[in-house]
């Protein structure tokens, strides 16, 4: 075996690689780095091993796939299965850290204190013994930032020797408030010589303190200051107190199907869905069909050779699906502005009925699909005019004979020829309307609101509704919404698995 | 002589049906751009504009040359607007999202198809399948496990993170399994003979697939390129989700980004709209013969 080009290729991709991944180990990512590992592993075989020779021009787009299609698949599918929205968000962990951190005051010394400036954007802390100001002690450089990460250690004090000053500018106590230094600077603890634990109270003090919660060998924690103790509820995934009440913030926890049995049962969730599964239906089942009556005709009519203009007509008719299709939504979002756009006041102009596009659900609901026909057409011509071109012209000569008329040759010849090879293209699109987010979020973002359906909207198709589940709402609920998104899986994948089937001789191949 | 005047009559009736529909088509687009030559904040809604109500505020805004706008007429009181940062950068993000993401599907897609029609092995088929129905789930559904990932990437890697292009366009990447299809079906139809003799005289597969499969398959690639830039510039949800500040905005989200609820700037977005979609529109007007021939030899992608 000789050193080949490909081999010194490989050892220089090797190489970084397996320094990335001694990263992720090295972070604590066990379970990331043994991933990456597996990964560079068979990598390396594939471009090692003549057997695999195949595969060499599949991995990269297959990793690429597995990261960001499947990996997000599964990860959906799991956070379906656990409590996880706003007052579930932290990690158990996490959240068993922030009790861990709570103190109490012990009734001990007090401290004044100052917080040093330094020119490094750091800061000091210096403390002085309330009773006795000979007790003087400087604290470790630290910073104060708003965004906490994870449990943090106290920071050490030491003494400070009689005569020295201690480093960096002081700041007044309206500059630690107005610099937003407050609250960072009372959550931190700091630790003195002697092993014990202070932190702020109030605005002016640092008093001596005791952790709150003494955690023992079962998972429960006791309140040393009161002595009552809580433990975890996993299946509720917050902490609980011998009666029964819930104590401090919640922690994400696995549920079970709880989030699929919401979407069944409770009501304020139920009769949106039910709704909004019905219209995304009715939307994608109305778009297909219009489009294709629109798409089919003018495929016809640009079919007929004799018709001058043939060319100019079709270039012009394909622009609604050359232009990028957000920046035509907002356009119509602006022509059907239900004051000032085109459509109504030329509907005004006209002495005719000028419809609530906004406003009413039956408008909103007629603008959707009147734009995604106008959005959609040009698509379903183009196909239509590559069905039509397979069409031998002889089938009509013989009709010709007996003196048919277009209409009826269209309905009897053409339409049963195209009509089959066109079923799995039909399919794919009614898959794509089910889940236009594009379409509905910028036009109307699911308005008007559905009455009583809490956040839901009477234009809302199951994708905007999920996505505002998950991202808009202050109640976020990435547990509800990643339910619902799996059952949007399940409902394209099998419109998919169905189109496979329908066009089973192309996958042959 | 009835059967003559009938065709004409029905030549007639199509030629107004087309144009009609055409009329139709065209007004928004006439629309806009006379909104974005209007003086004040008019959503499109006329089709032409009175010279008195000319003005290129709009324009100028959106290419980030400064100018000067009356904020009190009683006194004659003057502010100079210039928009920070400039849109045209929003434009350059699409485009530099777009292209990337278009030459790297490309790759990906275009060396996929070639295993995939050129070789036999082991789950060929099954990954094939695999890819059509997986294709099929739309971004927005995987949003909230993308933003897991971006995030955690970017704890370890600045670069392709939350808030960044290249996180962006590795997200796009994924989006090959249409375009695996559609090359495919190309080469399918691409005779062997070709690189069969090339393989006889030595070549390796590898050299067979560059340097003769490739050229002849220029067109295909074209069209992979024009779609998945056409996508990829109106792609909406995942881009507002992983770029959250201005500066890393692509077209779409900044586009968006004038029409607030409260407040809808139309006549700076109608400048922004046109400027953005005529350059792709012409590009995709130039080369529909391909794109046509490519949507009906099986892709599909709305």
Redesign the interface.
């Known amino acids: 075996m000789t050193l080949s080009l490909r081999h010194v290729l490989v050892i220089l991709f090797l190489l970084p690689a397996l320094y990335l991944d001694f990263l992720a180990y090295q972070s604590g990512s066990t379970w990331v780095a043994l991933g990456l590992l597996i990964i560079i592993g068979l990598g390396a075989y594939i471009y090692l091993d003549s057997r695999a020779e195949a595969y060499r021009y599949l991995f990269p787009g297959l990793i690429g796939f597995g990261l960001f299609i499947i990996f997000p698949l599964l990860y959906t599918v799991v956070v379906s299965l656990t409590r996880y929205s706003s007052s579930h968000l932290l990690p158990y962990e996490r959240a068993l850290s922030l009790f861990q951190q709570e103190t109490f005051s012990n009734g001990g010394s007090a401290y004044n204190y100052e917080l040093l400036q330094q020119h490094d954007a750091g800061f000091l802390l210096y403390l002085e013994e309330d009773k006795d100001s000979s007790k003087r002690f400087i604290s470790e450089p630290f910073e104060l930032t708003a965004k906490e990460s994870g449990p943090v250690e106290p920071i050490k004090l030491s003494i400070l020797a009689e005569g020295a000053t201690p480093p960096g500018q002081p700041l007044a106590l309206p500059q630690i408030t107005r610099q937003k230094l407050y609250i960072p600077l009372r959550s931190r603890h700091f630790l003195l010589p002697d092993g014990t634990l202070i932190a702020l109270e109030g605005l002016q003090k640092f008093t001596a303190r005791q952790r709150l919660w003494k955690i023992n060998g079962d998972g429960s924690l006791t309140n040393l200051q009161d002595g009552s103790m809580i433990r975890p509820d996993f299946s509720q995934g917050c902490f609980v107190s011998q009666k029964g009440e819930k104590v401090g913030v919640g922690f994400r926890a696995f549920s079970g199907v709880e989030n699929y049995a919401q979407i069944v049962t409770d009501p304020r969730i139920q009769g949106p869905f039910l709704r909004i599964f019905l219209w995304t239906i009715l939307f994608s089942a109305l778009s297909v069909v219009g489009g294709l009556a629109i798409g089919m005709f003018l495929a016809v009519l640009l079919d007929w050779k004799e018709l001058r203009f043939r060319n100019l007509y079709r270039t012009l008719l394909i622009l609604p699906y050359a232009v990028p299709s957000v920046l035509s939504i907002l356009i119509f979002k602006g022509l059907f502005s239900q004051e000032f756009g085109a459509v109504n006041e030329f509907l005004r102009a006209l002495h005719l009925f000028a419809p609530e596009w906004e406003t009413n659900p039956w408008g909103a609901r007629a603008m959707i699909l009147l734009v995604n026909l106008w959005l959609g057409y040009p698509y379903m011509m183009l196909v239509c005019t590559g069905m039509l071109k397979s069409v031998p012209s002889t089938i009509y000569e013989a009709s010709a004979m007996d003196g048919s008329n277009p209409l009826t040759d269209f309905f009897q010849l053409t339409l049963p020829l195209v009509l089959p090879p066109l079923v799995p293209i039909l399919v794919a699109s009614f898959a794509f309307n089910f889940n236009n987010f594009t379409l509905v979020y910028l036009l109307t973002a699911g308005g008007p609101r559905m009455v009583g359906g809490g956040i839901a909207g009477e234009t809302d198709l199951l994708v905007t509704y999920t996505f505002n589940l998950a991202f808009r709402d202050s109640g976020t609920n990435y547990g509800l919404a990643s339910a619902i998104a799996t059952l949007l899986f399940f409902i394209v994948g099998t419109l998919a698995w169905l189109n496979l089937r329908l066009s089973a001789r192309k996958v042959r191949a | 002589m009835r059967a003559q005047s009938e065709l004409k009559l029905?030549?007639t009736l199509?030629?107004i049906?087309?144009i009609s529909?055409?009329t139709?088509?065209?007004?928004?687009?006439v629309?806009?751009t006379i909104?974005s030559l209007r003086k004040g904040q008019?959503?499109?809604?006329?089709l032409f504009v009175k010279p008195d109500q000319l003005s290129l505020e709009h324009w100028k805004f959106i290419l980030g040359i400064p100018y000067r706008e009356l904020v009190n007429p009683a006194t004659g009181e003057t502010r100079v607007i210039q928009a920070s940062p400039s849109p045209l950068l929003w434009l350059w993000n699409s485009v530099l999202v777009s292209g990337c993401s278009s030459l790297g599907i490309i790759?990906?897609?275009g060396?996929?198809a070639?295993?995939f029609?050129r070789?036999?092995?082991r789950f060929?088929?099954s990954?094939?399948?695999t890819?059509?129905?997986?294709?099929?789930?739309?971004a927005?559904?995987?949003?909230?496990?993308?933003y897991?990932?971006l995030d955690?990437m970017g704890q370890?890697f600045r670069l392709i993170g939350l808030n960044t292009l290249p996180g962006l366009i590795?997200?796009y990447?994924?989006g090959?399994?249409v375009n695996?299809w559609m090359i495919?079906?190309y080469f399918?139809t691409v005779p062997t003979s070709m690189e069969e003799s090339a393989r006889i005289d030595g070549a390796s597969?590898f050299q067979t697939f560059l340097r003769i499969l490739l050229p002849m398959s220029a067109p295909i690639f074209a069209v992979v390129f024009i779609l998945s830039f056409?996508y990829t510039?109106?792609?909406?949800?995942v881009a507002s989700?992983v770029l959250q500040t201005s500066d890393t905005w692509t077209?779409?989200v900044g586009?968006?980004s004038f029409?607030y609820e409260q407040e809808?700037l139309?006549g700076t977005?109608?400048a922004l709209?046109v400027l953005?979609?005529l350059p792709?529109?012409i590009v995709?007007?130039l080369c529909?013969k391909f794109?046509?021939?490519g949507?009906?030899?099986?892709g599909?992608k709305?």
């Open positions: 029905r030549k199509a030629h049906c087309l529909i055409i139709l088509v065209l007004i928004p687009f629309m806009v909104a008019f959503p499109p809604s006329a790759l990906l897609s060396t996929a070639y295993a029609a070789m036999r092995f060929r088929s990954i094939l399948r890819l059509l129905i997986l294709q099929m789930f739309p927005v559904l995987s949003l909230v496990a993308y897991v990932l955690y370890h590795a997200i990447l994924a090959i399994s695996i495919k079906g399918d597969q056409i510039m109106s792609e909406y949800p989700v077209l779409a586009a968006n029409l809808k139309w977005f109608s709209a953005g979609g792709i529109t995709f007007l529909q794109v046509a021939s949507i009906t030899s099986g599909v709305e």
